[in-house]
């Protein structure tokens, strides 16, 4: 029997970074339908996601049902710790807009959504606050089983229905799904027939304002939102 490889990868980020260095890239970038630069730059960025919090990032290349996957991780490692709920007004006995007697003209929404189980329990958390300053109010709403993406997409629904009943004008709305802004984004096709009338929803909604942007955020700065939502599958238990 031969010996195997020095250099035969022992980890996903080993993987990753011997498909980075491999010679039949060109192939591996025409089956993706990839420029063997944007390969390597895609590769790059999922290794740094892995070194950094031991799962892939939210948007493989695979589209909505890779994503699906990936999403699951951190989120269900045991023992892991979230940021404390923040004690916000709830959205709902909210009757007019936030923005009111405010200098801020934006209200940023952080959104994100929770599924133990992917799909299993699942629940959503939204955070409004007037650009500039401090949040305003939250949601935190249980919502049955769902996988990750189904939550983080009812999550936004919502928090744009708010948004709208409110009349706010200006709305920019940050998530850590990273395939879901891509998709919002027009980069990534919604195939799933699970996730398109959510998307569908979503654009529709955002076509309320005047203004509407969406960006996507590191977890650490979607602490809030991720905690509201923990917090709601937690009371389910």
């Not at 493989?60 to 940021?83: C, L, V, Y």
């Not at 807009?97 to 299993?120: I, M």
């Not at 229905?161 to 802004?181: A, K, N």
Request: glycine share 10%.
């Amino acid at each position: 029997m031969e010996n195997a490889p020095a250099d035969k990868p022992e980890t996903l980020v080993d993987l990753l970074k011997t498909l980075e260095r491999s010679a039949d890239l060109r192939v591996l970038a025409r089956d993706c339908g990839l420029s063997v630069r944007e390969l390597r730059r895609r590769l790059a960025i999922w290794r740094r996601a892995l070194n950094e919090d031991g799962s892939p990032a939210d948007a493989p290349a695979g589209g909505e049902q890779a994503g699906k996957a990936a999403s699951s991780g951190p989120r269900e490692r045991h023992g892991e710790r979230h940021a404390d709920a923040p004690d916000l007004t709830p959205a709902a006995a909210i009757p007019g807009n936030p923005l009111a007697g405010s200098q801020a003209k934006v209200l940023e929404v952080f959104t994100d959504g929770a599924s133990r189980g992917n799909p299993g329990p699942a629940a959503i958390g939204a955070v409004f606050r007037p650009k500039g300053g401090p949040a305003v109010a939250g949601h935190s709403e249980a919502i049955g089983k769902a996988t990750n993406n189904v939550a983080e997409y009812r999550a936004v629904v919502v928090a744009l229905e708010h948004c709208v009943r409110w009349g706010v004008e200006r709305v920019h709305l940050y998530m850590d799904s990273e395939l879901i802004v891509r998709q919002l984004h027009g980069v990534y096709r919604v195939k799933s027939p699970d996730l398109r009338p959510l998307y569908q929803q979503v654009v529709f909604l955002g076509r309320q304002f005047t203004e509407f942007k969406v960006a996507h955020v590191k977890r650490g700065k979607n602490a809030e939102a991720d905690a509201l939502a923990n917090k709601a599958l937690d009371a389910g238990k």
